[in-house]
Structures are given as structure tokens and as C-alpha cells.
């Protein structure tokens, strides 16, 4: 198993705490979003991980000699969504978790052993305006999606963690290459890519609890996270 962990955005609704370091190296309580996630996944002793970086991607350097990253560098961050972070790393997504390093997790879901099939990793939350509400089968097989609105109950959404066979991750790879290839991606996620061909895919949703993950994309959700939790 091998991890992929997105950090390639500017995090602009962040600001001014990434005016000089990337969100994902944004301290919470005593230590950087990012190697958060790393020490979980060196837990479940997963050591070759990649780290997609591209703003201010300099600022990496000292925690990718730390725990011997690989470090991949998008210098188009600013000009295209994250389709184009997973295209420059899209030979890895065989075996491999993918995580965007923006997310603040208290507990390792992580699991022990490699899954016998592709999983979002999906918290229940309350506040799911905007957010990708994760449709499954009573096999917890996934075959769609639906975009949250104002009135939607608490849903499973996807939290920005999944693990995809390979496959799978074969499969998106090509995808995402022939996407790429044929230009007209500036704004496409490479979610997107994974969404539209759920149908050939074997993905199901991992419960886990609400608590276990925030997203940490703006001043609010950094000051949500605190009062929540209790943290500095």
C-alpha cells in the first residue's frame, strides 16, 4: 500500500495564515495538519507516500527529509483544479490511499490491512451545503452522488479520505489521462473522474464517525474545528 496526500492549493479563504505557509502545514493543536496524516499512515506502516504539492511547495522540504517523503511538485496549481494534481501522480494510484492533506483527523480510521475493494471513507455531517452526498446500495456500494443543499438532512458525505485497488486506480488513471489529453479540464476534480465511472468500479462507503475528520478550508471550518473539539 502507498498514500497520496493532496497539497498542491493556495487555500486563499485561509488567509491571512497562508499568506506564508501552505494550509496544510497550518498548526492544530501543536502540529501540522499534514504530518497528522502522516504519522497515521506510518502507524499502519505505509512508508512510500506522496506528497502533491505546488503553492509555496519550497515549505515542504523540511518535513519530506523528515519522514522521507516523495515529493511531487504541480506548477500549474493556480491555473487548473486538482484533476491536474492527480494527473502528474496518477502512476501511484494503484494500491493507494488519497487524502487531501487539508483535513484535520482525530482518529486513525486507517485500516490494519489492505481493503478487498476500492472505499470513500465517509463521515455523517450536519452542515452538508455543497458537500457530495454519497448514494449506496444495502451492500454499502457505491453508485452515485448527490450535491448537498440548504434543508438536507445529515448525510454521509465524502470526507476527502479514500483507498482505491488497483484496479481501480488503473482505471481512474486512464481517465484522468484521456481527460487531460483532451483539454477541456481547467475546473473538473479528479472526484469527478472516480464519480462517472462508479458503474465499473467496485467502491464502497466506510462509515466513520462524524468526529473523526474536518475539513479545514476556511477561517470558519478552523474555528468550527476548535470549538468543537476543544483545541487550539
Known sequence: MRAILMAAGMGTRLRPLTETTPKSLIEVNGMPLLERQIINLKERGIDEIIVLTGYLHEKFDEIVKKYNLIKVVNDKYDVYNNIYTMYLVRQYLKDAFVIDADNYIT?????EDMPNTSVYYS?????????WILNYDENERIFGVDIGKEGDKPSYIMSGASFWTEKDGILIAKKVE???????????YWD????????????????????????IDSLEDLEYLKNTLKIQ
Open 192 to 215: 469527478s473522474i472516480a464519480v462517472d465511472n462508479l458503474k465499473d468500479m467496485d467502491v464502497r462507503i466506510e462509515k466513520i464517525d462524524s468526529n473523526d475528520i474536518f475539513e
Open 178 to 188: 484521456e481527460v487531460v489529453a483532451g483539454g477541456n479540464f481547467k475546473d473538473l
Open 107 to 111: 482518529r486513525n480510521f486507517l485500516p
Open 123 to 131: 463521515a455523517c455531517k450536519e452542515n452538508i451545503i455543497g458537500e
